[in-house]
């Protein structure tokens, strides 16, 4: 078994959190109705980013999977969490798939500026909702999320280059490439050919990337594709007893 350390890799690696139901829970290959409580915190989402943070990670990332399927957005909760770390910035996911649904979430985007906001193909969102929500969030705090399955894009209307080219065009500030297949595994990175692929049709905008991330080894495997920060989840979760620089 590969002992899981991220000592050197820690300045590029982003903390993520699964919110669902008010819990922080433990994603495994996106089988939702699985997913249990992150066992070390017991399910405390404020205990799971302040270990994050003590551990030395300099971002997070939170889902909110009740926004993303298609529930109300747990607004008390991303509120509490953004309060508690307004310095660290943080990827927000709540399944925003049309103007609609952002003007739930509006007023927390321009409270808490350290918000970076995704629009994830998952959705089966339209390109041109990055195009409105430019109109009314400066485009280096959105990202686009680029979903797959097992290497196959997920967004049932519209293909991978449509959502690019939008990104491209109006200069967003990050894409977060994932397969969510390998997402909580531990079975090592999937998506490195993806990123390889991606890297030099993006230009200046950042590259986000992970899924089933075990240590140091695959951290550098994906900044050597052309990453410039990595999701973390498990590995960072189990290594509560070690000390980062």
Same mark, same amino acid.
């Given at each position: ?131 409105? $929500?430019?109109?009314? =969030? *400066? %485009?280096?705090?959105?990202?686009? #999320? @680029?979903?797959?399955?097992? /290497?196959?894009?997920?967004? +049932? ?36 050919? $993806?990123?390889?692929? =991606? *890297? %030099?049709?993006?230009?200046?905008? #950042? @590259?986000?990337?992970?899924? /089933?991330?075990?240590?140091? +080894? ?28």
């Amino acid at each position: 078994m590969r002992r899981q350390s991220l000592f050197s890799s820690i300045r590029h690696a982003i903390g993520v959190v699964d919110l669902k139901a008010g819990r922080a829970v433990h994603a495994i290959a996106g089988r939702r109705s699985n997913y249990r409580d992150v066992e070390f915190c017991c399910g405390d989402a404020a205990a799971l980013l302040d270990h994050y943070q003590q551990r030395g990670l300099p971002a997070f990332y939170v889902a909110d999977l009740d926004g993303i399927t298609s529930a109300a957005p747990q607004t008390n909760l991303l509120e509490a969490l953004f309060s508690r770390h307004r310095s660290a910035p943080t990827f927000v996911d709540v399944g925003c798939s049309s103007m609609k649904q952002w003007q739930s979430v509006a007023e927390i985007a321009e409270r808490f500026p350290q918000t970076r906001w995704i629009i994830a193909t998952e959705t089966d969102c339209d390109p041109d909702l990055l195009t409105e $929500l430019a109109s009314q =969030l *400066r %485009p280096e705090r959105i990202v686009l #999320g @680029l979903d797959y399955r097992n /290497g196959i894009f997920v967004n +049932q209307r519209f293909p991978e280059d449509e959502f690019v080219e939008a990104a491209v065009r109006l200069k967003i500030g990050w894409v977060i490439a994932l397969d969510v297949a390998s997402v909580g595994t531990g079975l090592g990175p999937s998506t490195v050919g $993806l990123c390889q692929r =991606l *890297r %030099p049709r993006l230009g200046s905008i #950042g @590259l986000i990337s992970g899924g /089933g991330v075990r240590d140091d +080894q695959d951290v550098e495997r994906l900044l050597a594709s052309g990453c410039d920060q990595v999701l973390v989840a498990t590995a960072v979760q189990e290594s509560g007893r070690e000390r980062f620089p």
